[in-house]
């Protein structure tokens, strides 16, 4: 199905939220098998770390009741009751994504008291809380880390469809879920997108984690691309974040692929919540990583043609370690209209004329590779059946040594192999 791209300045950007949960997309059980990933540290790990206080934001239509299963595997772990925050928030028809963020600040200045906090956040809590934190509260610096379950953090082309009768008669939420909204305007430090980091230079680290699996009503997943000018972003990843595919990662999700309803309860996404909620840095700023070729393969996108001229997208690692170190490093890009440097079957990578140099500083021992790449026809339509790839791969110090690694990742339709180098600094 093609859906026309709205203009920039449309009236459908008068509202601002982003919202997903059980508005646009319908839950759908999902049977859970046996984790068996390597072993988490143990709950002595988290007590001698603080543990920090944690504030848990349900997505729409949802409740605080859908983290559940998280809190107990907090408190099991060593988190205390009264350092867990669940912020509740109204998600009928007049709520707006600018209206919560501010409840959101007394929310966290009233239950942390000064104190450093991370934040985890599901579907459209993951822009309430993002826009809280670029609105320039003094108290968003004490975020330690800012963690998105399947969040549309660029909106999602579902709202195109809605369009303004749901947001004028249903909810007003979907205003600001549409992509270029004001709402993820402000929640992405005042841009659409920004191909070197989106998360800003602050403090906090960024982790968010998506899945093909994350289909709804109208059968768009979060992973799909979403369309700004002559660029395709899928909608949860960032630039300048540690990005998670449950389903396609370096470390193994044990084949769980959550529907957009239960990455909150997903065991394999709540294991890696918590590694990530007590990494200490390890590793610090020992390695780096280094992309050094990418193969396109399995392409049925377009008819199957390889090496076609209007391929775009982008291959970026992220260093993800907070502050400076909240950046991405793009290794080839190509806009819509580009002519393709591809090669045909082999991306021309790197690409020196955006890439910030040959190597990427894996900051506290992590890289993330995301690679998006769409054959997509010339227009002014958001065609996700043009996606031929999305996925994201994680280098971790905790997991893999230096060496020479390849990767496959996938889309919809076709495939693409990453080589990749990681080295010592020292």
């Known amino acids: 199905m093609r859906v026309a791209r ?17 508005q646009w997309f319908v839950v759908l059980p999902v049977a859970m098998a046996a984790v068996a990933l390597p072993a988490l540290p143990p709950a002595s790990a988290v007590e001698s770390r603080g543990p920090r206080d944690i504030v848990l934001i349900h997505g729409m239509n949802d409740g ?7 809190v107990d595997m907090l408190k099991h772990k060593g988190y205390p009751d009264n350092q867990i925050h669940r912020f ?20 966290v200045r009233q239950e942390t008291e000064g104190r450093k906090f991370d934040i985890v ?65 402000r929640a992405n430090n005042g841009q659409d997108y920004n191909w070197w980091g ?35 972003f899928d909608s949860t990843s960032l630039g300048g974040a540690i990005n998670y595919q449950v389903t396609d990662t370096n470390q193994d999700f044990d084949g769980h692929c959550p529907s957009h309803g239960d990455f909150p309860k ?18 610090g700023h020992a390695f780096k990583l280094r992309i050094d070729k990418v193969r396109i393969f399995d392409e049925t996108a377009d008819g199957g043609v390889k090496g076609n001229s209007d391929r775009m997208g982008y291959i970026r690692v992220n260093s993800g370690g907070g502050g400076t170190d909240n950046l991405s490093n793009v290794y080839w890009r190509n806009d819509r209209g580009d002519t393709d440097d591809s090669g045909h079957e082999w991306l021309n990578v790197p690409n020196s004329g955006f890439n910030r140099g040959p190597w990427t500083i894996c900051a506290n021992g992590r890289c993330g590779i995301d690679a998006m790449i ?5 227009g002014t339509a958001v065609d996700p059946d043009d996606v031929e790839v999305n996925g994201s791969i994680v280098w971790d110090v905790r997991y893999n040594g230096p060496g020479h690694f390849s990767k496959v990742v996938q889309g919809r339709y076709g495939k693409a192999e990453v080589f990749y180098t990681v080295e010592s600094t020292s």
């Open 88 to 107: 509740s928030y109204d998600t009928d028809y007049g709520s707006r994504v600018a209206d919560e963020a501010a409840r959101f600040d007394t929310y």
């Open 64 to 70: 605080p009741g859908v983290f559940d299963t998280m």
């Open 266 to 283: 997903d065991t394999a996404v709540q294991n890696k919540v918590y590694e990530t909620l007590v990494d200490g840095g390890e590793g």
């Open 121 to 185: 956040a599901h579907s459209l809590g993951s822009v309430i809380s993002r826009y809280w934190m670029a609105s320039g509260q003094k108290d968003a610096a004490r975020v330690a880390n800012w963690i998105s379950l399947a969040g549309p953090n660029h909106g999602t082309i579902a709202a195109y469809w809605w369009g303004t009768a749901a947001g004028a008669f249903w909810k007003q939420f979907v205003w600001d879920i549409t992509p270029g909204s004001d709402a993820l305007r």
């Open 374 to 378: 769409v054959d997509e026809d010339y």
């Open 6 to 22: 709205l203009a920039k300045g449309s009236s459908m950007r008068n509202g601002a939220s982003s919202s997903n949960a059980r």
């Open 198 to 232: 989106e998360t800003g230079n602050g403090p906090t680290r960024f982790t968010t984690f998506r899945s093909g699996c994350d289909k709804g009503l109208t059968g768009v997943p979060l992973d799909e691309a979403v369309m700004f000018d002559k660029e395709d």
